[in-house]
Every structure is written in C-alpha cells, then in structure tokens.
C-alpha cells in the first residue's frame, strides 16, 4: 500500500531552521501534485505549499520568502526548507500527494501522519 512519511521536524528557537521531508513508498506508478500542509492545535489544517507536476508552486502569504519546497524525484520524496521560523510557525506538518498506483487508474490522495514543529520564543 502507499504511504507517505515525513521526517525532521523537532523544537528550535525563533529564526532558526528546519528541514521537512516526506517520502512515498509502496505501488507507486505516478505522482502527480504534492505538497504541504499544517494543523495547529484547535485550528483547521492549512495549505503551506504545493507543487503540481509542472513545477509550479505556490506558498501561503505567511512563509513566502522564508520556506522553501523542493523535491527529489527519483527518490519520490519532497522537502520543505523552513527559515526564519516563527512561534506561529508551530504546527503538525503533513505531506500530501494525489499518486496512482501499479494497477490501478485513478488518482488518489494520500496524506502522511505529519512531524511536529514547535518553534519557541
């Protein structure tokens, strides 16, 4: 089955930095758009930054210029280099990814079981 996996996240002080990564494994034929979102205790989980196929990427208003996504596509995995981080900045951070698997035919979302960033004041 295919599951998404994300890692890095930990405590850091604010204007630190933090480097996310998730990676898909499993049946994996294609993947199409991936990206990032995040959930705060109380609050509905919000997009931070997604990606299509094309490269086109966009970022939420409050980490443009400070978070950057990336990828690495023969190793299925993304990352989300994160600068400057702020106390608002904590969050459960969760990849995403709409993926079609060996056998099948349509596009699926997946979504990881998100790593913690607590940024500190």
């Known amino acids: 089955q295919v599951q998404l996996a994300e890692s890095g996240g930990g405590l850091v002080q604010a204007g630190g930095s933090l480097r996310l990564s998730c990676a898909a494994s499993?049946?994996?034929?294609?993947?199409?758009?991936t990206g990032w979102y995040r959930q705060a205790p109380g609050k509905q989980r919000e997009l931070v930054a997604e990606?299509?196929?094309?490269?086109?990427?966009n970022y939420a208003d409050s980490v443009k210029g400070r978070f950057t996504f990336s990828r690495d596509n023969a190793k299925n995995t993304v990352y989300l280099q994160m600068n400057s981080l702020k106390p608002e900045d904590t969050a459960h951070y969760y990849c995403?990814?709409?993926?079609?698997?060996?056998?099948?035919?349509?596009?699926?979302?997946?979504w990881g079981q998100g790593t913690q960033v607590t940024v500190s004041s």
């Open positions: 499993g049946s994996i034929f294609s993947i199409n758009t």
């Open positions: 995403h990814a709409y993926i079609i698997q060996h056998g099948g035919g349509s596009w699926l979302h997946y």
């Open positions: 990606s299509t196929s094309c490269s086109s990427t």
